[in-house]
């Protein structure tokens, strides 16, 4: 494994179960064009370059939408609001 597929496995594992079954479609597409970037070694095409990038920003939106999901308010934040308000 070269060092971007590498980097994006760590990044799945680190994801671990905020990632869906509706986001596994993007992370094969993550995982192909890491493995491209890997295969072009110092010198990937621009092209190649911006779709990588731009995959890995939909991941990191992906990741974040589901954790914003699934955290709710502590008690702290629960009682600034009701002092708030």
Do not use: I
């Not at 597409?29 to 295969?39: F, I, N, S």
């Not at 939909?58 to 990741?63: E, G, I, K, S």
């Amino acid at each position: 494994m070269g060092k971007h597929v590498t980097a994006l496995e760590a990044a799945f594992r680190g994801a671990g179960l905020r990632l869906k079954a509706t986001d596994k479609p993007l992370m094969e597409l993550c995982r192909t064009l890491a493995a491209q970037m890997d295969e072009a070694g110092s010198e990937p095409s621009t092209r190649l370059t911006a779709a990588y990038l731009s995959a890995l920003k939909d991941l990191r939106r992906a990741v974040a939408e589901s954790t914003a999901r699934t955290t709710k308010p502590g008690k702290l934040a629960e009682m600034r609001a009701l002092r708030s308000a």
